[in-house]
C-alpha cells in the first residue's frame, strides 16, 4: 500500500555511508566491520549504554542458556584472550561488562548516538539514500540502512484490563530498573512462565514473603547445571575458539558443545535410547534436544523424549497436584525455547510459593491490590510481567520504514513477514537485517548467526562500493520462493504444533507462521555462500 513519503530532510553534515539501528552484539560488530572498510557509520541505539538485549533484560537470575565460551565474539584472537568467563552459564552482568570490554576495545561508543531512538526510515529513490528520523529530532542519511534490533527486544505487557488501578510496583523482565528491586518483605505477583519468568522466580522467591506465579502454559525446564569454569577448561578453549567457531558455523545449532545423534529413535534399541536421553539430560544444556535424529521430527519419537522430560521434571516437586499443573502436556518437547532452570520446579516445594493455573481459572483483570483470577483476588505488592516479546518482527516494524515507491514495511508485512534468506524484502533498496525472520537467527547461538550475517553484509557492501554498484534489493521473485522453503522445512518439523513466539502466537492478532528458518545455521550458510559466489543471485544490482 503506498502512502504519502516524507519531504527528503536538511541533514545538515548527517550524512553516513551506512547507518545502524541497535548497539547489541549485532550492531557493535556490524559497526566496527564497516568501519574497517573506511565507511563513515552512525549506530543509533535507544539505550544509554551497549548490550542489546543484556542490556535490557537486568532481571533477576537473567543468564545465557548457550554456555558462555561459545557465546562471545569468535572474530578476534586479541578479544578473546583478553576476556576470562567464570560460569558455564554467564549471567546478565557479566554479559554486559563483557560487552562493554569489546566495545571499549574496539573504541565503537564514538559512533554510537546513545538514548535515541530510530522512529522512521524512508527511502529517497532519486537519490537511492535512506533518510532517517529519530525521537530526539535527529536527522540523517545514508546509503545503507542496517536493522540490527535484535529478535526478542519489543518486551510485551499483555493487554490485561486494570493495570493502571494497581497501586504497588509493576516490571516487565525485558525492561527491568538498572538499579535492581529488593522484593524482601513483598508479595509478588509473577505472569509467565517462559525462560525469563523461570529463570527469575526462584530468585524472587528467595526474597519476598510471598510469591504467587500466574502459569499459563506449562514449560519443558531442565537443570542448566550450571558451574564455575575451571581454568583448564578456558585454557583450552582459548586455544581452539577460532577454529571452533568456523566449525560451529557447519552446525545446526550454530553449537560445537554437543553433536546432534542422527540415528533414527526406531534405529536404536529402547534403552539406548532411554542412556542417550540420560547422559544429555544429566549434562544440562540443550544436548538433551539432540539424543536422536528424530525427535523434532515425528509425534511419535517426540513422545518419547517429552514422557521422559516430564517424569524427571515431576521427580522435583514434592506435592503430585502441583507438579501435575507443571507438567506441559499442549505441545511437543523442542517446540517452544527448552527453558534452562536453576532451581525453577523446587520453588513450588515453599511454602510461600503458590501457583495459579490461569487455564482453569484466566486472570480476569489487574485490581488495586493484587491480580483477579478464577474469581478470586491474589494479593500483591508488585506484578512482574515475565511475558515475553512481540518477537523478530516487533523492533524492526516499531520503526515506519518506507521502501520505494511509498512502501511501508508495516503493510507488506501485514500478513507476516517477508524476506529473502531474512537479510532484505523487495522494495526496499540497501536495507538489511541482521538476523531477520527468514534466517536461522533464535533457533540457533545467535553470535554465531550473527557474525554470518554480518560477514555477508560487509563483503556484499564491499562489492557494491568496489564494483560502483549504486544497489542491492531482492527480487519478488526469489523472496517468494525463500518465504515458500522456510514454511516447507518449518512443515516437516513439529515446531508449528506450538503455540510459541516462533509462530507469533503469543501476540493477539499477529499472523500465525512460524518465522525463523529450521534448516540449521551451516545449511543456511551454504545457501548464502552460493547466492554471494553466484553475483548476489535473488537481489537485483542497481546502477
Ligand atoms: P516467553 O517465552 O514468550 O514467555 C512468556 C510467558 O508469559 C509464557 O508463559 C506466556 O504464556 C505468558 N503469558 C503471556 N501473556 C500472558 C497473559 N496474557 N496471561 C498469562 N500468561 C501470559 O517469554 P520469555 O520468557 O521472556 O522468553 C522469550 C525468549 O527469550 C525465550 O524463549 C528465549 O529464547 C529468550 N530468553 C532466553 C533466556 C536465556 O538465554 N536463558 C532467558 C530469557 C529469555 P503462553 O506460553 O501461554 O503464551
Known sequence: MATEKHAPSSTSGNDYDAIIVGAGFAGMYMLHRLRKQGLHVRVYEAGDGVGGTWYWNRY??????????????????????GWTWTERYAAQPEILRYQNYVADKLDLKKDIRFNTRVTSADYDTPSGLWQIETDKGDRAQARFFIMATGCLSAARVPDIAGLEDFKGKWYHTGSWPHDGVDFTGRRVAVIGTGSSGIQSIPIIAEQADHVTVFQRTANFTLPAGNRPLSEEEIAARRTTLLED???????????IAFEYNEALSGEMMPEDVQREMETRWTGGGFAFLGSYGDMMATTEANDIAADFARAKMKARVKEPEIADT????????????????????????????????????????????GVLAGGKEYEADAIVFATGFDAMTGAILAVDITGRDGLRLRDKWEAGPRTYLGLGSAGFPNLFFITGPGSPSVLS???????????????????????????????????????????????ETLYPQANSWYMGANV?????????????????????????AADYEGFRLGA
Not at 61 to 81: I, T
Not at 245 to 255: D, F, L, P, V, Y
Request: proline share 7%; charged share 25%.
Open 60 to 81: 533477576p537470575g537473567a543468564r545465557c542458556d548457550v554456555e558462555s565460551l561459545e557465546y562471545q565474539y569468535g572474530f578476534s584472537d586479541d578479544l578473546q584472550r
Open 326 to 369: 507443571l507438567m506441559p502436556n499442549d505441545h511437543p518437547v523442542g517446540t517452544k525455547r527448552l527453558c534452562l532452570d536453576t532451581g525453577y520446579l523446587e520453588t513450588f516445594n515453599e511454602p510461600h510459593v503458590d501457583l495459579v493455573n490461569v487455564r482453569e481459572l484466566p486472570i480476569e483483570r489487574i485490581a488495586e491490590k
Open 508 to 532: 493477539p492478532g499477529k499472523p500465525r507462521l512460524f518465522m525463523p528458518y529450521p534448516g540449521g545455521v551451516g545449511v543456511y550458510g551454504e545457501k548464502l555462500d552460493e547466492v554471494a
Open 245 to 255: 567457531r568456523k566449525h560451529a558455523r557447519t552446525t545446526a545449532g550454530g553449537i
Open 445 to 491: 547461538n545467535m553470535i554465531v548467526s550473527i557474525e554470518q550475517h554480518v560477514d555477508w553484509i560487509t563483503d556484499c557492501i564491499s562489492r557494491l562500493t568496489s564494483g560502483n554498484i549504486g544497489t542491492i534489493e531482492a527480487t519478488p521473485e526469489a523472496e517468494d520462493e525463500w518465504v515458500a522453503h522456510v514454511n516447507e522445512v518449518a512443515a
